[in-house]
Nanobody
Framework: QVQLVESGGGLVQAGGSLRLSCAAS??????MGWYRQAPGKQRELVAT???????DYAESVKGRFTISRDNAKTTVYLQMNNLRPEDTAVYYC?????????WGQGTQVTVSS
């Protein structure tokens, strides 16, 4: 059973930065990434990094957020800079392996104006 453990959320002022981390108990993931869900909204993709190191970002975070992972490909990071109040959400780590999707428990990110 794969477990994803997130850390790094919190409260920050607009313009500030946070770094999220997600450690996976397994390996050999096809992709790992971050989604977020704001109150009353659907969960949306923030960023994904694939096994070949290519990345994909939501338009709203391009140029501000950077996704990366460690050499063992079991920990994924999300560096979030120039945060905005609209980035406030619960951020979920996601990992895909052999067509099975795993989710973390979520970490709250709150950006005050």
């Amino acid at each position: 059973q794969v477990q994803l453990v997130e850390s790094g959320g919190g409260l920050v002022q607009a313009g500030g930065s946070l770094r999220l981390s997600c450690a996976a108990s397994g390996s050999s993931f096809n992709a790992m990434g971050w989604y977020r869900q704001a109150p009353g909204k659907q969960r949306e993709l923030v960023a994904t990094i694939f096994s070949g190191c290519s990345t994909d970002y939501a338009e709203s975070v391009k140029g501000r957020f950077t996704i990366s992972r460690d050499n063992a490909k079991t920990t994924v990071y999300l560096q979030m800079n120039n945060l905005r109040p609209e980035d406030t959400a619960v951020y979920y780590c996601n990992a895909v392996r052999r067509f099975v999707t795993y989710w973390g428990q979520g970490t709250q990110v709150t950006v005050s104006s």
